[in-house]
């Protein structure tokens, strides 16, 4: 069972530059999303996904874009990237209801812009 | 003013210490509260689950205090195992958003 997996680890981009990051669980869960973490901010909400084919903004949505075609995929895409996405990303996947509301991270993908 | 506010440390204790985290929350509204755990280079991990009645799981209890809006965790006979950096987290029930606290770091020395 692998959880929740997180593509690629590392990245340097150069300002401008786009890309995906990949996310991908196989516990069926409903609900997923992608945070970024930055020293003294905690973890911030960029997109979320209640299932497939539903997509909503977070707290920063702003330079990023998500999809969700499938249940188990949710890659974040970089438009244009620039040195303030310099963070480090994690998507993370729950159950949408009940429970203990349990949200399993991925292990994180450390990208920096120049 | 942040949605979930938390001492950012670090605590430095001795092991064998007691020693306990507080966080406060601004949105009344909120419906359920966690613990997440955060080692170094990794990512947050659920720790406990926080109860109206207050809930203990070995060395840890945590206390909710609805009135004040604050959560607490204490953490008895500390080990060098439990040197991380603790999450406090709150669910809205409106969109069951969590919203995750900066976290407070605690190292352990011998």
């Known amino acids: 069972n692998a959880g929740v997996t997180q593509t690629p680890k590392f990245q340097v981009l150069k300002t401008g530059q786009s890309m995906t990051l990949q996310c991908a669980q196989d516990?069926?869960?409903?609900?997923m999303s992608w945070y970024r973490q930055d020293p003294g901010m905690g973890l911030r909400l960029i997109h979320y996904?209640?299932?497939?084919?539903?997509?909503d903004q977070g707290e920063v949505p702003n330079g990023y874009n998500v999809s969700r075609s499938t249940t188990e995929d949710f890659p974040l895409r970089l438009l244009s990237a620039a040195p303030s996405q310099t963070s480090v990303y994690f998507c993370?996947?729950?159950?949408?209801?009940?429970?203990?509301?349990?949200?399993?991270f991925g292990p994180g993908t450390r990208l920096t812009v120049t | 003013r942040k949605e979930v506010e938390q001492d950012p440390g670090p605590f430095n204790v001795p092991e064998g210490a007691t020693v306990a985290f507080n966080c406060t929350y601004s949105?009344?509204?909120?419906?359920?509260f966690f613990w997440y755990r955060q080692d170094c280079r990794k990512e947050p991990k659920l720790l406990m689950s926080?109860?109206?009645s207050g809930n203990e799981d070995g060395r840890f209890t945590a206390q909710l205090n609805r009135a004040s809006q604050y959560i607490s965790l204490l953490i008895r006979d500390s080990k060098l195992s439990d040197s991380a950096t603790y999450l406090c987290v709150v669910r809205r029930d409106a969109g069951n958003m969590l919203t995750f606290g900066g976290g407070t770091r605690l190292m352990v020395k011998p």
């Open positions: 949105n009344s509204a909120s419906q359920s």
């Open positions: 516990m069926n869960h409903e609900y």
């Open positions: 926080v109860y109206s």
């Open positions: 993370a996947s729950r159950h949408r209801a009940g429970g203990t509301y349990e949200q399993y």
């Open positions: 996904s209640v299932g497939a084919g539903i997509t």
